[in-house]
């Protein structure tokens, strides 16, 4: 399995690596036979995951980052370059959003959520970039996104309008960079269960349930196979494309929403 996917002696940075999706895709591309730089705001989650990894007998450093700021973020990929060897690649699993309506939103709240779902990827992947082209080395970068920013996104805009930029972002590097070996794709999650959205009350899910077909809500890991199938040799040809990983949320909410309006008809007829 491990020549299928093509990990072995390859170096990847997985910026915010220490906790939740990030965690996940950290450890199965240690499995993996990959050499993984774990960068997270925490160095205590960053360093108990790649403890873990030395433990199995893999390979693995850790990195305190703070991706807001663009001379930490520009440090961590150096190091990362220098220390676990030079990079075939990077994961960003990083993201928060704000919760407001907009007409209760700052401009503050807009930039804050743009430099930590956005700004940051841009920075981080031209770094990477710049790096693997330096070296005439071809490379997969992947960042992770979110349904919000396909849909829309109510009460949380500025995060949903960053994920959106994401998304295109992706397909502009994808465009100049292709034709110099460095693929860029985009995981879009829906929902899933991660440490700072944890399973709710039982009512509370049975209601988020009734949107998703799989009748489930995601895991952690599913992201991480995610993420390590668009960075494996599995998917040479592929760049610019986004893939959501959402137990077919995006294909019932059209459904849904029909059979809201129908039911709207129906109930004004009855009247």
């Known amino acids: 399995m491990e020549s299928l996917f093509g990990f072995e002696g390859k170096h990847i940075l997985v910026l915010g690596g220490g906790r939740g999706m990030g965690e996940a895709?950290?450890?199965?591309?240690?499995?993996?036979?990959?050499?993984?730089?774990?960068?997270?705001?925490?160095?205590?989650?960053?360093?108990?995951?790649?403890?873990?990894?030395?433990?199995?007998?893999?390979?693995?450093?850790?990195?305190?980052?703070?991706?807001?700021?663009?001379?930490?973020?520009?440090?961590?990929?150096?190091?990362?370059?220098?220390?676990?060897?030079?990079?075939?690649?990077?994961?960003?699993?990083?993201?928060?959003?704000?919760?407001?309506?907009?007409?209760?939103?700052?401009?503050?709240?807009?930039?804050?959520?743009?430099r930590r779902n956005l700004r940051y990827f841009y920075l981080a992947a031209r770094e990477v970039a710049r790096s693997l082209l330096a070296r005439k080395a071809a490379g997969s970068i992947v960042c992770v996104a979110s349904v919000d920013g396909i849909h829309s996104s109510p009460n949380h805009a500025a995060y949903g309008a960053a994920k959106a930029g994401l998304i295109n972002l992706v397909k502009s590097m994808a465009g100049e960079w292709s034709g110099r070996g460095i693929r860029v794709n985009c995981v879009a999650p829906g929902p899933i269960v991660t440490p700072r959205l944890p399973l709710t009350d039982e009512r509370k899910e049975r209601e988020s349930l009734a949107l998703i077909p799989m009748q489930r809500?995601?895991?952690?890991?599913?992201?991480?196979?995610?993420?390590?199938?668009?960075?494996?040799?599995?998917?040479?040809?592929?760049?610019?494309?986004?893939?959501?990983?959402?137990?077919?949320?995006?294909?019932?909410v059209p459904l849904l929403i029909r059979e809201t309006e129908l039911r709207g008809v129906q109930g004004a007829d009855l009247k």
């Open 25 to 114: 895709t950290s450890r199965l591309l240690a499995r993996l036979g990959c050499a993984v730089a774990i960068a997270d705001m925490s160095l205590e989650r960053a360093e108990r995951v790649s403890s873990d990894i030395h433990d199995s007998g893999g390979k693995a450093v850790s990195i305190c980052v703070d991706v807001t700021d663009d001379d930490d973020l520009i440090t961590a990929i150096e190091r990362a370059d220098k220390t676990l060897g030079p990079l075939n690649g990077m994961a960003t699993v990083i993201g928060m959003a704000h919760w407001a309506p907009i007409l209760e939103s700052s401009i503050g709240d807009w930039d804050a959520d743009h």
């Open 217 to 252: 809500r995601g895991t952690v890991q599913d992201i991480a196979n995610a993420v390590a199938f668009f960075l494996s040799d599995l998917t040479p040809f592929i760049t610019g494309q986004t893939l959501a990983v959402d137990g077919g949320y995006g294909a019932a």
